[in-house]
């Protein structure tokens, strides 16, 4: 069965840390993986997306994430943080012909001057 | 360029009664979706329409929701009655078609959601 996980529920870090977001999932073909991210009073907004090649792909807002087959990962990164990136992030996978995607739980992040 | 935009942001009703709500994707967009996240869980798919027919319904719960997108524009998603468990937030997200209608081009813009309460 498809699924997505986010072990962490909630982060807490300090403006200007690094920052490691985490996300395995179970697929039963090649998947597209996405990150999204939603602020308050917003809408999900698509950070970055994986469908093939470079495993290492960059999204908006200085995010990066590292697709890695071996370990059904996809794992979401930024070097410095900064207090607007305080939101809740979520991990998605879908088929690359359909409609279905399936998110994991969410990661809620608080950042600390 | 208007993105997808929910209507209401906020209902709360009391069990037994209904409400409607509705979603107004990106224009163009012929792939509409229904998410809904219950509070603590993940985003879980409801539907898909391509354009007015319903491509994919396997996620609705039941019987009591019922979704429509009637001339392919916009769309509205009804609970009746609505229950206690029906409470979370309801996203609306909508996606170009490629050849061949149900491909897409891998990115859903999704709305703001309307959150649900019952009471």
């Known amino acids: 069965a498809q699924s997505v996980t986010q072990p962490d529920i909630h982060i807490t870090v300090s403006e200007g840390a690094s920052l490691e977001l985490r996300c395995n999932y179970s697929?039963?073909?090649?998947?597209?993986l996405f990150w999204y991210v939603q602020s308050p009073g917003q809408g999900l907004q698509l950070l970055l997306k994986?469908?093939?090649?470079?495993?290492l792909v960059q999204g908006i807002k200085g995010f990066e994430a590292e697709f890695k087959r071996s370990q059904s990962s996809f794992n979401l990164r930024k070097p410095s943080v900064h207090w607007s990136d305080a939101a809740e992030y979520f991990c998605?996978?879908?088929?690359?012909?359909?409609?279905?995607?399936?998110f994991g739980t969410g990661t809620s992040l608080t950042v600390i001057p | 360029e208007a993105g997808v935009t929910q209507f209401p942001s906020h209902s709360v009703i009391e069990k037994g009664q209904t409400v409607t709500l509705r979603c107004d994707p990106i224009s163009g967009h012929d792939n509409l979706y229904w998410y809904r996240r219950v509070m603590g869980k993940e985003i879980k798919f409801l539907l898909h329409f391509v354009k007015e027919s319903k491509q994919d319904e396997s996620g609705m719960p039941n019987n009591r929701f019922l979704a429509e997108r009637t001339g392919g524009t916009y769309s509205t998603l009804k609970v009746q009655p609505a229950e206690l468990e029906d409470s979370g937030v309801y996203f609306c997200?909508?996606?170009?078609?490629?050849?061949?209608?149900?491909?897409?081009?891998?990115?859903?813009?999704f709305g703001e959601g309307s959150r649900l309460t019952v009471l």
């Open positions: 994986y469908f093939s090649g470079d495993t």
């Open positions: 697929y039963g073909a090649t998947p597209y």
């Open positions: 998605a996978v879908g088929a690359r012909i359909g409609n279905q995607f399936y």
């Open positions: 997200a909508s996606s170009q078609a490629l050849a061949g209608g149900i491909r897409y081009t891998g990115e859903l813009f």
